[in-house]
């Protein structure tokens, strides 16, 4: 059983910064990509930032220079640093992850529950 644990949202102002974490937890024998996404109400879900295992990023063009995905491979943990965040930021944020189970030794894509991010005066 592998589980992502989302942390860290929460409403924030104009401008201001948010910290996102995401613990990976169970039967896990490795990670390979991480990211997150997020779904504004009434919109799709959107890719914001990714990272592969060896810490290769991609960015969506609306957080680039503003956003920076991390990930610490040791507690298998990915990140998300928000800075000048702005109303548009709004949304539930997701985790997603490609974990190599070391009990079923199958990869599968898994998601966390969302955060809630508010950037509102």
């Known amino acids: 059983q592998v589980q992502l644990v989302e942390s860290g949202g929460g409403l924030v102002q104009p401008g201001g910064s948010l910290r996102l974490s995401c613990a990976a937890s169970?039967?896990?024998?490795?990670?390979?990509?991480m990211g997150w996404y997020r779904q504004a109400p009434g919109k799709q879900r959107e890719r914001v930032a990714t990272?592969?295992?060896?810490?290769?990023?991609n960015y969506a063009d609306s957080v680039k220079g503003r956003f920076t995905i991390s990930r610490d491979n040791a507690k298998n943990t990915v990140y998300l640093q928000m800075n000048i965040l702005k109303p548009d930021d709004t949304a539930v944020y997701y985790c997603?992850?490609?974990?190599?189970?070391?009990?079923?030794?199958?990869?599968?894509?898994?998601w966390g529950q969302g955060t809630q991010v508010t950037v509102s005066s």
């Open positions: 997603n992850a490609y974990i190599l189970s070391g009990t079923s030794w199958r990869t599968d894509n898994y």
């Open positions: 169970g039967s896990i024998f490795s990670i390979n990509a």
């Open positions: 990272i592969t295992s060896g810490g290769s990023t």
